[in-house]
């Protein structure tokens, strides 16, 4: 197997993984741990929110991280043909998409954990960050399918 298609095999596997780990855990987040701390009494909620962020925001710097590098690279070696402006305008759409994402991920692991208003604040987040990856991964297929077929 020649060394460029074991890197551009890898680098797809690295960044749909990391996707997959970053949606993953924005989702187990929004429908487990968020119910289940607003379920705890007042006095409850502060240790166990504040050690599952500070628990969760090393990984998600790492996965933001690897999305990001192996998304350029992948961006960047590309070497079919030429796209059509369909491709260009949807690409564009899933890269504001992608930008949203990161903003949100970014301030849901580094805003200070502030009491029970942060909990309606981070579920507000974690939706839009949740419903934004389902859209992106729809798109993803979406362009894959166009690159396949040469439009």
Do not use: C
């Not at 999305?67 to 260009?88: A, D, E, K, Q, W």
């Amino acid at each position: 197997m020649p060394a460029d298609l074991l890197l551009h095999i890898l680098s797809r596997f690295v960044h749909i993984s990391s996707a997959i780990l970053l949606l993953g855990g924005a989702f187990y987040a929004r429908q487990v741990l968020l119910p289940i701390l607003s379920g705890l009494p007042s006095g409850q909620v502060d240790i166990p929110a504040r050690t599952a962020q500070t628990r969760f925001r090393a990984t998600l710097w790492s996965l933001l991280v690897l999305i990001v590098l192996s998304g350029l690279y992948n961006f960047t070696s590309y070497s079919g043909p030429p796209h059509t402006s369909t491709y260009h305008m949807w690409f564009g759409i899933k890269m504001l998409l992608v930008l949203h994402i990161l903003a949100t991920a970014v301030l849901w692991g580094t805003s200070p954990y502030s009491g029970e208003k942060s909990i309606g604040k981070s579920n507000r987040r974690l939706t839009g960050m949740v419903i934004s990856g389902f859209l992106v991964v729809l798109i993803s297929a979406y362009l894959r399918s166009l690159s396949q077929r040469g439009l």
